[in-house]
């Protein structure tokens, strides 16, 4: 029997997820998304109130999906004493594979699915990307919606006469000699790449290199084979982040509170800080300033986050959470903070601190299953 696609989406707590599941309901109600949420035990109270909101906005239950959930303990001190007590750290993620990746695989087992991924037309990014063939992720924020291997396929430069076959009967007339005039540039490595090939076919028509995949994708294994009708195909917007925050705020899910400004004071000079992203109140992605915002605005989940740690095992690899909350080491943070936000600050045009941290937190890979 053939199986049917399934299309899901993961909700992490952090704005973007939130902002797609808002976006998809709008704009695609014929498409029946599971929405599920991987939850580590150790998220912020304001993720779960975020999902919570977007529960009673979709008119839907966000699935929540524990790993080891036989187990007494919350599922990231389940893992932790398996390994006797080392902290995940950017090098060795565990908290990520074990508690996000695996969940979702095994909540999809072996069936078609179609993974919707809020990653935003002003990033560069692709996201987690499973290895699995049956999962295929899609993008609607950005003007490409595909992933970087469904590209690959359909731009090989084997299949040229295939797609340009497909182009007579997909793309409009008025654009259809220069689509089929790029199409027929083959892509070399630093001549003509294939993202600037890609980038030409996006900008002379969209829908119709959508259209164009789609129709590519029916010779293939990829699950988007199995669907006679796309609707994300005639997609030709593009969310930034301003649109995202204009969709939380205007459904009236609301924008998560860890990123409401707060003010603060040092040496007599004023500055606002919050936390930038979701994810586990004690990770190790933070920044020095966000440990900070958690002392001063979650002193309880910061007393928890220094619990964790040990003589061999800490959250950052040059100080400890106890040192850095000395009182020296606060201000110097702090003042650094500052300086830092003011170089950024005067090096952009926008002066909203929402866009400086969130483009700043994207500085460093970040876990994209724990943040989007
Ligand atoms: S939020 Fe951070 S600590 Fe939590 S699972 Fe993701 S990477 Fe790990």
Request: aromatic share 12%; proline share 3%.
């Amino acid at each position: 029997m053939v199986k049917k696609v399934r299309h899901v989406m993961g909700i992490s707590g952090g704005k973007d997820s939130a902002a797609l599941a808002i976006y998809m309901k709008d704009n695609y109600p014929e498409l029946d998304i599971e929405y599920y949420t991987a939850d580590t035990g150790k998220e912020l109270k304001e993720t779960y109130q975020l999902i919570n909101n977007l529960e009673v906005y979709l008119g839907k239950k966000i699935l929540r999906l524990r790993a080891y959930d036989d187990s007494p303990e919350n599922p990231f001190d389940h893992k932790l004493k398996s390994l006797s007590g080392f902290l995940p750290n950017p090098q060795h993620r565990w908290c990520t594979k074990s508690l996000k990746l695996d969940v979702f695989e095994e909540f999809v087992g072996n069936d078609p699915v179609v993974s919707y991924v809020g990653i935003r037309g002003d990033e560069s990014r692709d996201g987690y990307i499973s290895s699995k063939g049956t999962i295929q992720s899609i993008f609607p924020f950005r003007q490409n919606i595909w992933s970087q291997e469904i590209n690959k396929f359909v731009l090989d430069n084997n299949k040229i006469g295939l797609t340009l076959q497909l182009a007579d009967q997909l793309i409009p007339v008025e654009k259809l000699e220069r689509f089929k005039e790029l199409l027929s540039f083959k892509t070399f490595d630093e001549l003509f790449t294939m993202e600037q090939k890609l980038l030409q076919l996006l900008n002379l028509s969209t829908s119709g290199y959508n259209a164009l995949v789609h129709e590519m994708l029916k010779t293939s294994r990829y699950p988007l084979a199995k669907e006679n009708h796309f609707p994300l195909i005639n997609n030709e917007e593009v969310l930034l982040l301003d649109d995202i925050f204009d969709l939380l705020e205007k459904s009236g899910v609301g924008i998560p509170a860890y990123y409401k400004d707060i003010e603060f004071e040092v040496d007599g000079q004023k500055a606002t800080y919050n936390r930038s992203r979701s994810g586990c109140y004690f990770c190790f992605f933070q920044q020095k300033i966000e440990w900070i915002w958690l002392y001063e605005q979650h002193p309880d989940m910061f007393a928890k986050a220094m619990e964790y740690e040990r003589d061999d095992f800490m959250w950052n690899m040059e100080e400890s959470l106890a040192q850095l909350i000395q009182p020296e080491r606060v201000k110097a943070i702090k003042l650094d903070y500052i300086k830092r936000k003011t170089r950024i600050e005067k090096s952009k045009k926008s002066n909203k601190l929402r866009d400086i941290l969130a483009d700043d937190a994207e500085v460093d890979l970040a876990c994209a299953s724990c943040f989007i």
